[in-house]
């Protein structure tokens, strides 16, 4: 039977070293986007994503509302007596995917082969895995307005039964007269300067749920776009005046909002938009990049044809602890209710 060792420990080991180097340069030719959008879930730093490592199989995250604000109390009474509302729950199960190239006996027999090319394509194998991290992650955008039974399995949502982008999202409380709260534009409004403003505003007034207010969208505000809007944004943003006025007020949103602009969410991905507009306060973004097993790759030879594999794995989920947090619109103009 061939193995490892009979078939050739040194190529195995000397095929390992080039390996090593095609990643590396996988990792020089490519940026992964997410990486500029990730921070590591309960620090200080702004980030669109947070990540959070797991062992476990399943994973539950549950959050909570605030106490209920402080009652007068008479001299001599027992104090007031509260108690936090839980909110729903988003249950992540990471999934596995898989790709793999062959390098055959023959190329292993010849000498005159190019084993370069072989590497090119262990260099792109890395490349793809990194390209389908940052199609997943901000697919969770993509898909913010679709049902949630309807979601693709690398994605999980806050558990109230809407998609993440809703005019309906449930207040649990039921002390409260107001039994639904909105995170999305109901008319689809485009981006503009008057327009953001108006999202930044309805950010700025989710509340818990107790319907109580939270500080949510008071700065440190990420706009995040499509490549198509990245130019509008980019003005709206940045420009050191009031953008398409002839005032010449201050613009407030130059250090407030931080634009980002990315292929990701564009017309050219699955449910993707040319039009639609987010707004993430990122020190209260609920996005999270659940990681199970980072990027593993082996070397192993198929002992039937003895083909010398090279393959790679990652296990991971990406989905929203809740809904609060985000704002968006579709920006197509359209009336928009679920």
Not at 85 to 101: C, D, E
Not at 258 to 275: A, E, F, P
């Amino acid at each position: 039977m061939e193995t490892r060792a009979t078939w050739g420990a040194g190529f195995i080991a000397g095929l390992g070293a080039k390996v090593m180097d095609a990643e590396n340069q996988a990792d020089s030719a490519y940026s992964l986007a997410i990486n500029s959008a990730l921070g590591i879930e309960k620090n200080k730093f702004t980030a669109l994503f947070k990540t959070r490592g797991t062992k476990a199989a399943r994973e539950t995250l549950i959050n909570k509302s605030g106490i209920n604000y402080f009652s007068e109390t008479t001299e001599g009474d027992d104090y007031n007596t509260d108690a936090r509302v839980p909110g729903y729950q988003v249950q992540f199960n990471p999934i596995k995917k898989t790709q793999s190239i062959e390098i055959t006996e023959e190329d292993k027999d010849d000498k005159d082969k190019d084993i370069a090319d072989k590497m090119d394509e262990v260099s792109d194998l890395k490349i793809a895995y990194m390209m389908t991290a940052d199609r997943d992650a901000f697919g969770m955008f993509n898909y913010s307005t679709t049902a949630q039974v309807s979601l693709p399995n690398h994605l999980s949502f806050y558990a109230d039964g809407v998609p993440l982008l809703s005019t309906l999202h449930p207040i649990k409380s039921t002390t409260t007269s107001n039994t639904t709260q909105s995170n999305a534009s109901s008319t689809g409004i485009v981006l503009t300067e008057a327009n953001m403003e108006t999202g930044r505003q309805a950010h700025r007034r989710q509340n818990d749920d107790r319907d109580l207010p939270m500080n949510i969208g008071g700065g440190r505000v990420i706009m995040l776009v499509p490549d198509a809007l990245e130019k509008t944004a980019m003005i709206l943003a940045k420009s050191t005046k009031r953008s398409g006025t002839a005032n010449n007020d201050l613009n407030i949103y130059d250090g407030m909002v931080t634009v980002m602009s990315t292929k990701w969410i564009n017309s050219q991905q699955t449910s993707g938009s040319d039009t639609a507009w987010f707004l993430i306060d990122s020190m209260k973004s609920p996005a999270i990049y659940m990681s199970r097993k980072g990027y593993n790759s082996s070397i192993w030879v198929d002992n039937k044809n003895k083909n010398v594999i090279y393959d790679a794995s990652f296990r991971y989920q990406v989905g929203n602890k809740d809904w609060r947090g985000v704002w968006g619109s579709k920006g197509d103009g359209s009336s928009y209710s679920s």
